[in-house]
């Protein structure tokens, strides 16, 4: 049962207009004086007001359409997770509306409204931090909600992922097992999981006496992206004997930047990445990462939802689907 939202009249009661002008500002806001649409903008972020797309006959019904909101849809780790939603949304007669916020939370904000006018009856969210106005307008919607990839957070109503952190730390103690005793984090974009690995990589290494260094950027992953880091890193720290990566990419272009310079992987510098993607694994050497099933993340969360959407509640509200170190050839 969806929580009743606020409407357009309310929005009108608590400015003293009526709802023909709220609807005016809503359309175009040069249609209002600078001071009223001021007001209104106001009552509408207290409110926590959402604009519905759909005609009012229809607007207590169910839409059976499912939200799926995500930072990138080229990232091969997401068009994995949509994959693996569909395959249990497919089956049960839910269609997915999709959008992306290019990891801006302000987007995100922007987008998360887009959505919710087209009255849907549930949200898949892919980060665990949002704004305030987003959290207010989730908490308005009242429509069931599953965070994904993090699975240890604290969580809005439902979570599904892995533990970035043990993930990371196991990583790195994997490769100081090895013999690596100069290991450096690359990162890239410094989203909330790249800084939940960073720490599980600090924690591996301070564990064993050793000093953790790392480079960031605000940057977009790319392999292009991994092939400077990589120069940066052998600049800053020419000691380095080992790259942990926040993801695949920057570790694959970090190792084709190793082969250009004639560095040996792993003899001199070992290479590790994050969420095994498909050409890491065919590559030579085949990059050590850390394996994270994504469409088994995409599944669970869309049956825990479904589960939500029939009046029930999950067994579980943070679901953690596991992990697998691979060595690969590259550590």
């Keep these: 049962m969806k929580k009743k939202r606020p409407v357009l009249q309310d929005v009108a009661d608590l400015v003293g207009v009526t709802k023909m002008t709220v609807s005016r500002f809503l359309r175009n806001p040069d249609q209002v004086s600078e001071a009223l649409g001021k007001r209104i903008a106001e009552a509408v972020d207290q409110l926590g007001y959402i604009p519905n797309r759909v005609p009012d006959i229809l607007s207590n019904s169910t839409s059976h359409a499912i939200g799926v909101l995500l930072p990138s849809l080229t990232n091969q780790v997401f068009s994995e997770v949509i994959r693996g939603i569909e395959s249990i949304t497919d089956r049960t007669g839910y269609q997915t509306m999709l959008a992306h916020y290019g990891y801006s939370a302000q ?22 931090t949002h704004t305030p106005k987003t959290l207010k307008v989730l908490q308005t919607a ?21 533990d970035n952190f043990e993930a990371a730390s196991q990583m790195t103690l994997a490769m100081l097992e090895r013999g690596c005793q100069n290991v450096v984090y690359l990162g890239a974009r410094q989203d909330e999981r790249t800084l939940i690995r960073l720490q599980g990589f600090e924690a591996a290494m301070r564990s064993a006496g050793l000093q953790p260094r790392k480079v960031m950027t605000p940057v977009s992953s790319s392999y292009s992206l991994g092939a400077e880091l990589l120069q940066e890193t052998c600049q800053k720290y020419p000691e380095v ?24 992987v792993p003899e001199e510098i070992a290479v590790a990445g994050f969420h095994g993607h498909d050409i890491g694994q065919v590559m030579t050497p085949k990059l050590a990462s850390v394996l994270t099933p994504r469409n088994l993340m995409g599944r669970k969360a869309a049956e825990a939802l479904l589960v939500r959407l029939k009046g029930e509640q999950p067994e579980q509200t943070l679901i953690d689907v596991g992990f697998t170190l691979s060595l690969g050839e590259s550590v």
């Design 107 to 128: 987007k995100e904000e922007e987008r998360l409204l887009s959505l919710l006018s087209y009255n849907i009856d549930g949200l898949i969210l892919a980060e665990r």
């Design 241 to 264: 004997d080992g790259l942990f990566c926040t993801n695949d990419d920057i570790a694959i272009g970090a190792i084709f930047e190793c082969q250009r310079q004639g560095i040996k």
């Design 142 to 162: 009242g429509i069931p909600v599953v965070e994904l990839m993090d699975s240890v957070s604290p969580c809005l109503d439902i979570a599904v992922g892995i």
